[in-house]
């Protein structure tokens, strides 16, 4: 997924953020997911030996014990996969700042941040509002201010991947719309939907075990 794609879906709020990161991340974990299948094998290829034991009561005890050790390391594979995606997602994030789509990026982010406000009036009155930013991004966010026709004073307060935040003067409204912020909101249904998904694909895999024959004894 390209990086204006994503980013076009920062422009819109709630389930269409998770949308986006999570399709990204989704085609990164499908990339985890070879190492894993490697392990996958080695582990079937252990059960189908468990089930040519001579003895049919050890056969079913080993056979239970590797089916739950299994399952104990599919589990612990899964919850690897999920943190890897989500340090990936945090790695692409926290570099984007240098790659030439963030001037748009961060238009984007200021207008969503600006929508917040509604019908208040940004920079005027005896409380006036202000915008919070990083530093490296103060004079691009001016530019975006002096495109956009806004008046608003800009402090480069923030230490950060990216984004802003606006604040009312009175105090009662505070946007933050940075991009640590808006991962930190998205994670939750992230996590919820990567394991959803790893799990649809350890259930592919034990659809293709289970029809998979089984040798007799000999």
Partial sequence: MSLEAI??????????EVVSLRAEAEA???QILAGAERAASARREAARRTALLPVPGERARLLHHAKLEALRAVGEVRDRLVETALAETRRRL??????????LILRRLTEEAIRV?????????????WLEADPRDEALLR????????????????????GLVARS????IVATNTLEARLERAT???????????????LKEYKELKGTPVPSNP
Avoid at 143 to 162: N, Q
Wanted: charged share 30%; proline share 7%; glycine share 12%.
């Fill in 28 to 30: 990164r974990a499908r």
């Fill in 188 to 202: 939750p249904f992230l996590r919820r939907d990567l394991a959803a998904f790893f799990e649809k694909q350890e």
């Fill in 94 to 103: 926290a570099s984007l700042r240098a790659d030439p789509d963030y001037p």
């Fill in 143 to 162: 530019r975006i201010l002096y495109d956009l026709g806004l008046d608003v004073a800009v402090k480069p307060s923030l230490d950060g991947w990216g």
């Fill in 169 to 172: 003067g009175d105090g009662r």
């Fill in 7 to 16: 980013l076009a879906e920062i422009e819109a709020s709630g389930e269409a």
């Fill in 117 to 129: 406000f509604g019908d208040e009036a940004l920079g005027t009155g005896d409380s006036p509002s």
